[in-house]
């Protein structure tokens, strides 16, 4: 076994594959610290080797030194798990996406409890915060197309105020159009674009979260009409200053939407995006007024004048006709000044007149201009639709451009999915396509990102959106417009349904675009910068798609004191009676360390940040991590002991079922030495609910669902629930059987999946045909390979069942370390250190043991066999079947062999069972007595001389056996017994029983009693 380091908490070593086509590739070792401007010339520590037969106590022992090694994290036998873990839970995610509100948890919770079911633990999920896209990208294409022609200088464009707002209310109804068409192209695809953007698919009550409040589509249009109206009275007469007239008042008269508009236009367009003409307007109107009273004055003084000019004209002509005519001929000179003068005095005469008629024609032209234009307006006003019509006409206008962009949004899928996606992580292909989101298609990305998904969306504060403002606050609610009650709202849901744990989402950034720089609600709180990640080139080669990816294009608000975020975050939760947050999007640590030291280093700060926070906001160790699987991130774990172990729960994805569960099975291997696994939730009316529903029961974790209200399957949910919405918990990770460690479970096609675990007295196998569909590397998506399948056939024995195996004959390790080479003590003491003894300690010297047998019960047929322990039962199962088999060793007491199985109407019914003896009557009173004598007794004890004694009284003499069982839930119990029982006591009171004389199998039903713990004793005679 290999276990990676992560060194100094700087550098990260990983195991790269040369080429993940070429299946004779070789291995190379690479480090690196994620950040260019972090170096080293060598790490001491990269690699940890070890080797046992035990391959359990070998990856457990293992993977706690690495971690000791690399970065502190504790195993999980050393942490306390949560109580959360023994609930049954409802998750919001799957049910609502991120359109989750008050509304939606009412619904949802009101609609299991009318099936009978109770859930302990609430996931809130991704929706209950308050954030917001980037300024750019806060309106639809339409709504930015609007206020681009409220601001054109034309006479339409004046009128377009009263629209615009239309358009800016009805832009949902952009959105809801595309994501429809969108999510009907993506159902064409292999891929579901879905998949990655879930929030398209929830196309039914999708709204865009930071919208304004929509009008009710539904409500009568004249309401809706008339109090806009009303609205825009009320601001054109705030806007002129005067108090509304007695008929706009009382509703008489309709408010006249033009000049409101146009009211509008004057007070809010700035004087320099004001309309170009109405500017010139104003220009020419004062220039004619100036012109027009200068030629007025001239006119008016110049008329006295010529009046007694003229004779002087005439005369002062006539003189000059006679008297000089004879001085200016015989004077050359002087008549050429004169007559040059004279020219000159007409040439401005006539150029004076030339400008008063180009001033006059201007002025009738300007004249004529403006009533042309009034005349256009009145012409606009008289065909402009009325305020009826222009909404209907604004929000079918949203529809058709919300179908055009969702159709070229889809092409553009369907190139990414059959050019780029297939394409080599080092080709062309993807380099050029990397090369053009960085450039001309980045704008569009970021646009389609903000539109479909929430991977842009930044924090703007810790509380919640008005979506919990109260009990019936539903995703049509401005987020920011009302304060939310969030406590209360979760008071009442705790109170109503009897939820004993809530949980709460958020991201190890805060939320996926992190923290929104210069947000005022923040500022006490923590300052943010912009980050742009670059993913390493072992990510890269892996996942393409990251170069292109919405932290890459968008960047990553960064908290510049992770600590103080999570500290006024989680402060706020547990005052709003909050118990325990879910923390997502841990990996992206690594892609953020890009630009913040490298990876381990950022993984290290904001992990201890994250990890003091809820040591101190929430008592009990109530976190849940999440896509936490570098090494990188759950090395970190020091005190938190829950992780989820798989990508995320794809219901509409068939392709993705079965390889999610092969997923975690393998997956607990190796993180189940450090934390409990999470196998995440499911929807229990799937086509695959019952799949999910065995594998959650011997899962080992938390079983929730993630069910629509009213969409359940109540009958599987009973099998996993109990009355007081409990469950019957397996007490180790499940993980894969040893046969099946290194098998293809999902493609060598004749491999089944068995996955064990371990009660208190009982084993369970799960058993899972997985083949068929996997995660296919080259096409980077879940792809169904054999979508015909077949039936296949294994054998369960009881050794797959780690805790029931005999103890193991030899172990190499244990050589070595005989040997006394001191090869790995390094890693024994890193694993002491840890808590966790070393590989040797699993070895035993050889012994001879009588075989046992064990009782062996099918779930799926019922069917109950007693094999030896190398004995085994065989399992047939078709594509996508499951089936469970429980395991119990037989106890024997003479002439008796018993053997407890469980509640058969529960998945992992054995877990019912708490503890198991089965003694002579006399061994029973000898043990009570003993406690007696130092207890004083007690009626507790289901091996008390009380029970001996009512045994006694039962059967008219004294029991020669007793079976004392301590049990959980109710239902019918199934068990082994060679004989008849005599009786069967239930909390010391005779109860019915059935016994089969040809398959051994007793059966009797247990009460429902308070807790839901009793005690029974099966007497034999």
Request: hydrophobic content about 40%; proline content about 6%; charged content about 20%.
């Amino acid at each position: 076994m290999g276990q990676m380091l992560s060194t100094a908490g700087i550098f990260i070593s990983w195991w790269i594959c040369r080429s993940w086509t070429d299946k004779e590739s070789s291995l190379c070792l690479r480090v690196e610290s994620g950040d260019d401007s972090k170096l080293g010339k060598s790490c001491d520590s990269v690699l940890l080797m070890a080797c046992g037969t035990d391959p359990f106590h070998l990856v457990d022992a293992g993977v706690a030194a690495a971690a000791a090694l690399s970065g502190g994290a504790a195993p999980r036998a050393a942490k306390h798990l949560p109580a959360s873990l023994d609930g049954f839970g409802w998750c919001t995610w799957d049910a609502f996406y991120s359109t989750v509100s008050a509304r939606g948890l009412v619904e949802g919770l009101g609609s299991l409890a009318a099936g009978g079911l109770s859930p302990q633990l609430l996931i809130i999920d991704d929706g209950w915060q308050l954030t917001d896209v980037d300024p750019p990208y806060g309106k639809a294409p339409t709504a930015q197309l609007a206020d681009k022609l409220a601001g054109e200088g034309t006479a339409a464009a004046q009128l377009f105020d009263g629209p615009r707002e239309m358009v800016l209310e009805t832009q949902d109804t952009f959105y809801q159009e595309n994501a429809k068409l969108l999510a009907e192209a993506s159902g064409q695809m292999q891929q579901e674009v879905r998949n990655l953007f879930p929030t398209v698919a929830n196309t039914g009550v999708i709204s865009h979260h930071h919208a304004p409040p929509a009008a009710t589509w539904d409500a009568p249009a004249d309401a809706v009409i008339a109090a806009k109206e009303e609205e825009i009275a009320a601001s054109r007469d705030s806007r002129d200053g005067g108090a509304a007239s007695p008929a706009a008042a009382d509703g008489s008269m309709r408010p006249d939407w033009a000049e409101a508009r146009r009211n509008a236009a004057k007070s809010t367009v700035p004087s320099e995006r004001r309309p170009l003409l109405s500017r010139r307007q104003q220009q020419q109107d004062s220039s004619a007024s100036t012109a027009a009273a200068a030629a007025a004055g001239d006119v008016e003084g110049s008329s006295d004048g010529q009046q007694q000019q003229q004779p002087k004209k005439k005369k002062g002509g006539g003189v000059l006709a006679t008297a000089h005519l004879e001085e200016l001929i015989s004077d050359p000179k002087h008549a050429a000044e004169v007559v040059g003068a004279e020219l000159k005095a007409t040439a401005a005469e006539a150029e004076a007149a030339l400008g008063q008629a180009k001033l006059e024609a201007e002025l009738r032209l300007e004249a004529a201009r403006a009533e042309a234009n009034k005349a256009m307006k009145r012409a606009i006003q008289k065909a402009s639709p009325t305020p009826r019509q222009q909404f209907i006409l604004i929000r079918w206008a949203q529809k058709a451009a919300g179908a055009l962009v969702g159709l070229a949004t889809a092409g553009f899928l369907l190139f990414y999915q059959w050019v780029v996606e297939p394409a080599p992580p080092n080709s062309l292909r993807v380099k050029a396509f990397a090369a053009l989101t960085q450039g001309v298609l980045r704008g569009a990305m970021l646009t389609f990102f903000a539109s479909a998904s929430d991977f842009t969306r930044r924090l703007t504060s810790v509380e919640a959106n008005a979506k919990f403002a109260r009990l019936d606050a539903g995703p049509e609610e401005d987020w920011e417009a009302t304060p939310a009650d969030f406590r209360g709202v979760v008071q009442h849901i705790k109170q109503k349904f009897g939820i004993r744990y809530v949980y709460c989402w958020h991201g190890l950034p805060a939320y996926w675009g992190g923290v929104m720089p210069g947000t005022p609600s923040l500022a006490g709180v923590t300052g943010s910068s912009l980050v742009y990640p670059k993913p390493t080139n072992s990510i890269a080669e892996v996942e393409p798609s990251l170069m292109w990816s919405p932290a890459v294009l968008a960047g990553v608000g960064i908290a510049t004191d992770p600590g103080a975020l999570y500290s006024a975050m989680h402060s706020y939760l547990a005052s709003s009676a909050v118990d325990g947050v879910k923390v997502d999007c841990q990996a992206g640590v690594g892609l953020v360390g890009s630009a913040l030291g490298g990876g381990p280093a950022a993984a290290r700060e904001f992990q201890a940040a994250l990890e003091a926070s809820i040591a101190t906001h929430f008592p009990g160790n109530h976190a849940i991590n999440c896509m936490c699987h570098s090494s990188e991130n759950f090395y970190r774990f020091v005190a938190t002991a829950v992780a989820r172990v798989s990508d995320d729960y794809y219901p509409r994805d068939p392709a993705s079922s079965t390889p999610h569960i092969g997923a975690c099975a393998f997956n607990s291997l190796y993180l189940g030495a450090l934390v409990q696994p999470d196998w995440d939730m499911f929807q229990s009316a799937h086509p695959a609910g019952v799949l999910h529903g065995m594998a959650r029961a011997v899962s080992g974790g938390a079983v929730y669902v993630s069910d629509k209200p009213g969409q359940h399957d109540f009958a599987l949910l009973r099998r996993l629930v109990l009355p007081d919405g409990g469950v019957l918990r397996a007490a180790l990770p499940g993980r894969p059987t040893r046969d099946c460690l290194f098998a293809d479970v999902l493609r060598d096609r004749q491999t089944l999946l068995k996955v064990w675990n371990a009660n208190p007295v009982v084993g369970i196998v799960g058993v899972f045909n997985l083949q068929g569909a996997s995660w296919d590397r080259q096409r980077r998506k879940f792809h169904v390979h054999d979508k015909r399948g077949s039936t296949l056939t294994t054998a369960v024995t009881p050794g797959d069942v780690e805790t029931l195996r005999q103890p193991a004959h030899s172990s190499a390790a244990a050589d070595a370390d005989a040997d006394g080479d001191g090869g790995s003590s390094r890693w024994a003491d890193a694993a002491a250190a840890a808590g966790v003894d070393g590989v040797a300690a699993a070895a035993a010297p050889p012994q001879q043991q009588q075989q046992q047998l064990f009782a062996m019960y099918r779930y799926d047929t019922e069917e109950l066999a007693v094999v030896p322990s190398s004995g085994s039962i065989s399992v047939a199962l078709g594509p996508s079947g499951s089936d469970l088999v429980w395991v119990s060793p037989l106890q024997v007491c003479g002439s008796v062999s018993f053997a407890p199985l469980g509640l058969v109407d529960m998945f992992n019914g054995g877990g019912a069972v708490g503890s198991c003896q089965l003694a002579p009557a006399h061994a029973h009173a000898q043990t009570a007595a003993a406690a007696a004598g130092g207890n004083g007794g007690s009626r507790g004890s289901s091996s008390s001389p009380v029970v001996a004694a009512a045994a006694a009284a039962a059967v008219g003499g004294s029991p020669r056996a007793v079976a004392a069982l301590q049990l959980k839930g109710c239902g019918r119990f199934l068990a082994y017994s060679s004989v008849r029982p005599a009786r069967v006591l239930v909390n010391l009171n005779s109860h019915n029983f059935e016994w089969d004389e040809f398959t051994n199998r007793l059966e009797f039903e247990v009460p429902q009693l308070e807790g839901l713990q009793c005690e029974v004793q099966v007497l034999y005679q």
